[in-house]
Structure formats: structure tokens, C-alpha cells
């Protein structure tokens, strides 16, 4: 079944720690996106790529690192430096067909939650 | 800044209704606009897409339109069901398209029996 996964679905992180996200698809696709999703708020982009070994800021990328090194696979990682990392994290993945215009496949998400 | 509006607070509809969701948006030129559907604790599904130069698009009982004098969009389900109570997401998009989507807040759509 081709498809975007995201794994774990649920992580705990003690305050100071480094925790990382992990994104893979099997969908052939170009660009993949990490999303944050707040209660009552719509998605913040955190980090794009469009192509293995480069990436983009998102509007909120402080405190969150991630890397490209494969086409299928882009781990977010949350550092110590996010001020507030307890969210629920989408990663998604589209083509780059033409001029792009192309819907984004969303994986299950990752709820984070700092203890 | 740009700014995406929603509806803010839930919208019930009888079944068998139609359910009309508004998108409204200031600052931002997008070259097309999609609507997604998201149930509780799940990612975004994809539902329409409708570029700059459209007027409308249909799919099933689903129908959108987008007016960018207005710069809004409307969301229709018609003949609503009970299975189609979920939030529903409107994102907009540049023209070089992967650069990621800006996102409303949602609305939360209740269809009851």
C-alpha cells in the first residue's frame, strides 16, 4: 500500500531532551513537509523539502532540526530549544508536478507531550 | 500578514441538508485553494482542489467555488450524512505549489440525524 507513515503516534519527552519524529513515504513524491497543529488552530508549516539533501524554513521552524538524506524520509527532530514542543505533528508529502497545484497526503500524526 | 478565516465555531445541519463552509482570506494572492477533511486525532485527508482561473468544481456531492475578488471560497456538501460530521480545512497555495499550503483554523461541521 503505498502511503506517508509516521511513527510513534504518541511520544513522551522529559524537559531538556531531544526527541525525533519520524516521516517516510513510498509514494515516489518530490517535497515533504512537517506540520504543528495546536488545539483550535489551523497548521503551521515548521520545515519543507523538495529535493534530498536540501530543506527550507517553515514559519516556525526555531527549535526544530531536520534532514533529508533520502527522498523517502524526513525526521524532524524537536530540541531542547522549543519553548513549547507539546503539539501534534503531521509530516505530508506532494509531487512537484509542473507548477505544483498538487493535494499534500498526510501521514497519522505524532503526538508529542512534554512530562 | 496573511490571514485565513474561517468559521470559527461548529456548524450544525440536519441530514439531508446542505452544509455550506465558508473560507475567506486577506493579504495573499494564492494561485488555488484546497479543502481537506480531518476526523479527531488523524492527519488531513485531500478532498478538492480549484485553481485561480476556476470558478467551480464538483466531485460526488461535494461542490467549491472560489472568488478571488471576494477572495473567498465556499464549501458545499450536499445531501449531508451523519459520516460527513468532521473538521474541514481550507489551504491556500502559491504558484510554485511546494513550497507548502497555509492553512485556515478549521471548521467543525455536525451533521445530525
Known amino acids: 500500500d503505498g502511503g506517508i507513515t509516521q511513527s510513534p503516534k504518541y511520544l513522551f519527552r522529559k524537559e531538556g531532551q531531544n526527541v525525533t519524529l519520524s516521516c517516510e513515504q513510498n509514494l515516489n513524491h518530490d517535497a515533504m513537509y512537517w506540520y504543528r497543529q495546536d488545539p483550535g488552530q489551523g497548521l503551521r508549516l515548521i520545515y519543507y523539502s523538495q529535493i534530498v539533501n536540501d530543506f527550507q524554513k517553515g514559519d516556525i521552524a526555531e527549535g526544530y532540526s531536520v534532514s533529508r538524506e533520502k527522498k523517502e524520509s524526513f525526521p524532524l527532530t524537536v530540541t531542547s530549544a522549543q519553548k513549547n514542543p507539546t503539539a501534534f505533528y503531521l509530516c505530508?508529502?506532494?509531487?512537484?508536478?509542473?507548477?505544483?497545484?498538487?493535494?499534500?497526503?498526510f501521514g497519522q500524526g505524532t503526538r508529542l507531550t512534554v512530562v | 500578514s496573511q490571514k485565513i478565516e474561517q468559521n470559527s465555531e461548529a456548524l450544525n445541519i440536519q441530514e439531508g441538508k446542505t452544509a455550506t463552509l465558508t473560507c475567506n482570506y486577506t493579504n495573499y494572492s494564492p494561485a488555488y485553494l484546497q479543502w481537506y477533511r480531518q476526523d479527531p486525532g488523524r492527519g488531513p485527508v485531500f478532498l478538492l482542489l480549484i485553481r485561480e482561473n476556476e470558478k467551480e468544481k464538483r466531485k460526488e456531492r461535494l461542490k467549491v467555488t472560489f472568488d478571488t475578488t471576494l477572495k473567498q471560497s465556499l464549501f458545499h456538501i450536499t445531501a449531508s450524512q451523519p459520516a460527513d460530521s468532521a473538521t474541514y480545512l481550507c489551504?491556500?497555495?502559491?504558484?510554485?505549489?511546494?513550497?507548502?499550503?497555509?492553512f485556515g483554523k478549521g471548521t467543525h461541521l455536525i451533521i445530525q440525524p
Open positions: 505530508a508529502s506532494s509531487t512537484l508536478m509542473g507548477r505544483g497545484n498538487t493535494e499534500a497526503f
Open positions: 489551504a491556500l497555495g502559491s504558484g510554485g505549489g511546494a513550497d507548502g499550503l497555509t
